[in-house]
């Protein structure tokens, strides 16, 4: 399978939601801003909120397949957000033909919906196609939430993925995450000799493209903020190197010409700097690159390990992995260099280590991998090493990384044996671990921030 996505500047944007800010006015009604009861995210147990989400009305006859695409993809994104839960359209008592008109309320409350989505797929003169949609309260009988969308055909389920995160950002107060992307590393062959390939796909695991040809080993791959280039490292014919790639382009190129092994590198929040990881002899320190200028400056100077940088989002601190203190654990410091604060200390287990910690994109928690009695746990914790929470806990799981709202971590899960890992996702609470589908075999995950 593949998949290509125009470059997302300002052009790319107002064609894919061409006439957005007008239509949103045209599909709301007066009451519209009406207040609905929304569905309250907590630590706790959640109940998933009953919504109904109807086929898209087609246009003509030729559009009902896309039409009832789009509602699938919505159906199946909000049913794995683990908040809705979304009816099976056999239990639909009313029938929608016509998307502009209100609905039959007491029809979708007998089937106890509390929300109804309904919306209109039509393929226009010029050959693009529209979208629309309507989010309606059932409690209230208020119409929430509407709007239309025109694009290219090819680009349905991205229309769908946004539709998804209006809905959810409605009901549930928080920023959505459908529309956007994973990189990660495809693994194929046997055991011994295992091809690794960068590989791209949408969060629902549709549309995968291949980044590389698995001619040599990758790892670790990163986004950058404007999703548009990826940073991971290579394993060629010498030491490992950090590359950045152009997804649109394919273009790469090596960051710096360091002597020794590079590896681990991230992003810096506003783009214009890598962080990475330089071995030197026995250890390794910490280095950033600016991208622009190609300085690099030093931040860690220590016989220890120091590797996995990751910057907090305001782009003032980071936190990191290092063995200074003898096993891995986890530290913070000011993203220029400086004194350093260890945050992780395993209270069920003294021999407990941390690895791989990422900052939240909502700067409230630190994502890590613990390892410890026999179990690689997945965990966060908040900046200064508080609140720790083990999401899941089996053998060899590793790598997290949160979706772009900050409320949902993938991560991978290597069970051993002849077989290899799988994408997993869970959200912040602990709750709803789900498989990522892949093609193959899939490892270290880097989630995209939003796209739109």
């Known amino acids: 399978m593949s998949f290509s996505l125009p470059p997302l500047s300002l052009d790319r944007r107002t064609l894919l939601i061409g006439g957005a800010g007008a239509a949103a006015g045209l599909l709301l009604p007066s009451g519209a801003n009406a207040q609905p009861t929304k569905l309250q995210i907590t630590e706790g147990t959640v109940a998933p909120l009953p919504i109904a989400i109807t086929n898209f009305v087609p246009g003509t006859p030729a559009d009902g397949e896309v039409g009832a695409g789009i509602s699938g993809v919505i159906t199946n994104n909000l049913k ?5 839960a979304p009816i099976d359209q056999a239990a639909f008592i009313e029938r929608i033909t016509n998307s502009d008109n209100p609905p039959q309320f007491q029809s979708w409350r007998t089937i106890n919906a509390q929300a109804l989505v309904v919306g209109r797929a039509t393929r226009q003169p010029d050959g693009r196609l529209k979208a629309e949609f309507r989010l309606w ?51 194929s062959g046997s055991k011994e000799r295992r091809v690794k390939r ?39 014919q010498g030491d490992p190197r ?18 020794g092994m590079s590896f681990a590198p991230r992003f810096s929040p506003d783009g214009q700097r890598v962080i990475m990881s330089l071995q030197q002899g026995g250890n390794s320190n910490l280095f950033v ?7 690099t400056t030093r931040l860690t100077d220590t016989p220890a390990i120091d590797t996995a940088p990751s ?17 891995p654990q986890i530290y913070v410091m000011p993203a220029n260099g400086g004194a350093a604060q260890r945050i992780s200390f395993s209270k069920d287990d003294v021999n407990g280590s941390y690895s791989t910690p990422v900052w939240s994109p909502r700067g409230d928690y ?23 929470r083990i999401l899941t806990s089996g053998y060899h799981n590793e790598g997290p990384t949160f979706a772009p709202n900050g409320r949902v971590v993938m991560f991978f899960r290597d069970p051993g044996g002849s077989g290899g890992p799988s994408l997993f996702t869970v959200d912040i609470s602990g709750r709803n671990e789900l498989r990522v589908p892949t093609p193959g075999f899939a490892s270290d995950p880097a989630w995209s921030p939003l796209l739109s």
Not at 147 to 169: F, G, K, L, M, N
Not at 198 to 215: C, F, K, P, W
Not at 289 to 295: E, I, Q, V
Not at 373 to 381: A, E, L
Request: proline share 4%; hydrophobic share 30%; aromatic share 12%.
């Open 289 to 295: 690159m600016d991208l622009r200028s190609k300085s």
């Open 242 to 259: 950090v590359y950045l790639f152009n997804i649109e382009t394919g273009q790469r190129e090596i960051v710096g010409n360091f002597p």
């Open 311 to 327: 910057y907090s989002p305001d782009g003032t601190q980071i936190c990191f992995e290092s063995d200074r203190g003898g096993k």
């Open 80 to 84: 794995r957000s683990g908040l809705f």
């Open 137 to 187: 309260d059932i409690t209230s009988g208020q119409q929430i939430g509407g709007q239309q969308y025109v694009t290219s055909p090819e680009y349905w389920r991205r229309i769908a993925h946004i539709i998804s995160d209006q809905i959810y950002e409605r009901l549930t107060g928080d920023k959505g995450y459908f529309d956007s992307r994973v990189v990660f590393v495809d693994e």
């Open 198 to 236: 960068l590989a791209i796909m949408d969060q629902d695991g549709a549309n995968v493209r291949y980044l590389t040809r698995g001619s040599d080993l990758v790892l670790t791959p990163r986004f950058s903020p404007n999703s548009q280039e990826i940073t991971y490292m290579e394993f060629g």
């Open 366 to 388: 630190i994502a890590f991998t613990k390892q410890g009695g026999g179990q690689f746990s997945i965990g966060i914790m908040k900046p200064d090493g508080s609140g720790e």
